[in-house]
Nanobody, 125 residues
Framework: QVQLRESGGGLVQAGDSLRLSCAAS??????????MAWFRQAPGKEREFVAT????????YYADSVEGRFTISIDNGKKAVSLQMNSLKPEDTASYYC????????????????WGQGTQVTVSS
């Protein structure tokens, strides 16, 4: 199993930017064709898809709510994925989770096999 660890969360004001990172580790395992994604869960709400990127970085997909404001990127050399979040809104407040899979990436939670513990992002108005 791949271990994922998020970092970069914090408290910011509306309109600010924040960058989340997720480092993957799995002793003895190669990371070729390992796809990654970000999900988030706000208090009292179900976890929702944010963005995904395939293993080569050539294919990305975003939720409508973050399209144009968030950018996902992958660094295979560092075995890490990042989420650059710009123009943050109070409704972006949530715990953000990194996810990974060797299966075809999807906005559905069911295809993601590995999950991080989450990092909190709070956006004040």
């Amino acid at each position: 199993q791949v271990q994922l660890r998020e970092s970069g969360g914090g408290l910011v004001q509306a309109g600010d930017s924040l960058r989340l990172s997720c480092a993957a580790s799995a002793p003895g395992r190669a990371f070729s064709r390992y796809n990654m994604a970000w999900f988030r869960q706000a208090p009292g709400k179900e976890r929702e898809f944010v963005a995904t990127i395939n293993w080569s970085g050539g294919i990305t997909y975003y939720a409508d709510s973050v399209e144009g404001r968030f950018t996902i990127s992958i660094d295979n050399g560092k075995k890490a994925v990042s989420l650059q979040m710009n123009s943050l809104k109070p409704e972006d407040t949530a715990s953000y989770y990194c996810a990974g899979t060797y299966r075809y990436p999807s906005s559905s939670e069911g295809v993601w096999d590995d999950w991080g513990q989450g990092t909190q992002v709070t956006v004040s108005s």
